[in-house]
């Protein structure tokens, strides 16, 4: 991998904010070039595979960083409540929709990768974010806290009941009557 540069840390901010906002076919290298102040030649100097290598910089290094939000969220004392609470407010949440836009490009742009770079991206997204809440939902099964239900089911529910407080304003009282909610119906049978 190319050292770490000014001009490769600004291409990577750019295609970030051109990809979040028009997604993997609208975003054109010669689009990131003009912003970076560069010929596009040069990006391909940074990002030898071109538009498909650095999207997945940007892709995994967005995933690296939702996921350790989550880690912390799943690491807050005061139980699985005041984890789920966390996991909505300090890695999900986003008021402005510009996390849900972005996430939302990057599903959409896995058909348009190489096998290669898509598995890279569907590997890193299991690993950092599914996985961690899959196994403390598991634990809360296990546990009692729950019904005994497929914690892969419960992720995703959760997640996607989560992704619902960005159009809710305030995350932190939309954060409790959805983790609420989400317990009410998880715990039902246990």
């Not at 840390?9 to 975003?27: D, I, K, N, S």
């Not at 990131?32 to 596009?40: D, I, L, N, Q």
């Not at 940074?46 to 650095?54: A, D, Q, V």
């Not at 690491?75 to 999900?92: F, S």
């Amino acid at each position: 991998m190319p050292t770490s540069t000014p001009t490769r840390a600004r291409a990577l901010q750019v295609y970030a904010e051109h990809f979040a906002a028009h997604g993997y076919r609208g975003t054109s290298l010669d689009a990131v070039a003009r912003e970076v102040g560069v010929r596009k030649p040069s990006l391909y100097h940074h990002f030898p595979g071109g538009k498909e290598t650095l999207h997945a910089e940007v892709a995994l290094a967005a995933i690296e960083s939702r996921g350790a939000d989550l880690a912390r969220a799943l690491e807050v004392e005061g139980g699985l409540a005041a984890q789920l609470r966390a996991v909505i407010t300090e890695a999900v949440a986003d008021p402005t929709g510009a996390t849900t836009s972005f996430e939302q490009h990057l599903f959409d742009s896995l058909p348009e990768l190489d096998p290669g770079a898509r598995e890279r991206i569907e590997q890193a997204y299991a690993r950092r974010l599914l996985e961690p809440m899959t196994e403390r939902l598991a634990r809360a099964v296990r546990e009692g806290e729950l019904a005994g239900r497929e914690p892969r089911v419960l992720c995703n529910a959760f997640l996607h009941l989560a992704r619902a407080v960005d159009m809710m304003g305030e995350p932190g009282p939309a954060a409790e009557e959805l983790v609420g909610l989400f317990l009410d119906g998880a715990r039902a049978g246990a």
